[in-house]
């Protein structure tokens, strides 16, 4: 009881503590796949795609969440293909991602 609950206060620090230092993997996995894959739409806007960094596209988007954010990401929405139209892309893959483009609005 004790033991799990020591370990998982450390894990919520370590977290913590990756986070604080900006050196959360997760965003460089996220940065790799958006170049590969999103990049094309989400640097221009291609369709309306709200570009990454834009606070003003990305307000309401952003407000409903990363996990409805990647619903939408992984099952299509509007003009925006299912996983950027590359069925190879795992839900962590996209999970990444939405962690990287929410990120870029906070500077
Ligand atoms: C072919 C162009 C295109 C590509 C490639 C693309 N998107 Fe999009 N994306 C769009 C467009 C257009 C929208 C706006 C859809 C709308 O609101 O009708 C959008 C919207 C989104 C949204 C906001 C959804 C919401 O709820 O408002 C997310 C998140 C997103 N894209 C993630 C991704 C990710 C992750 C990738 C890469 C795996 C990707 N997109 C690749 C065109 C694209």
Redesign the pocket.
């Known amino acids: 009881m004790m033991i799990a609950r020591c370990a998982r206060l450390l894990l919520g620090m370590l977290i913590l503590l990756l986070i604080a230092c900006g050196k959360d993997p997760r965003l460089d996995e996220g940065l790799k796949?958006?170049t590969a894959?999103?990049k094309?739409?989400?640097a221009q806007g291609?369709?309306?795609?709200?570009i990454v960094g834009n606070k003003k596209m990305w307000g309401p988007?952003a407000a409903?969440g990363h996990s409805?954010?990647v619903s939408?990401?992984i099952s299509g929405?509007?003009?925006?293909?299912a996983?950027?139209?590359?069925p190879s892309?795992s839900d962590e893959?996209?999970s990444n991602?939405?962690l990287y483009?929410l990120s870029q609005l906070d500077n």
Request: charged fraction near 10%; aromatic fraction near 6%; charge should be positive.
């Open positions: 796949v958006f894959n999103c094309v739409c989400h291609i369709n309306g795609a709200p988007r409903q409805v954010l939408h990401a929405y509007g003009l925006m293909p996983r950027g139209g590359n892309l893959d996209i991602v939405v483009m």
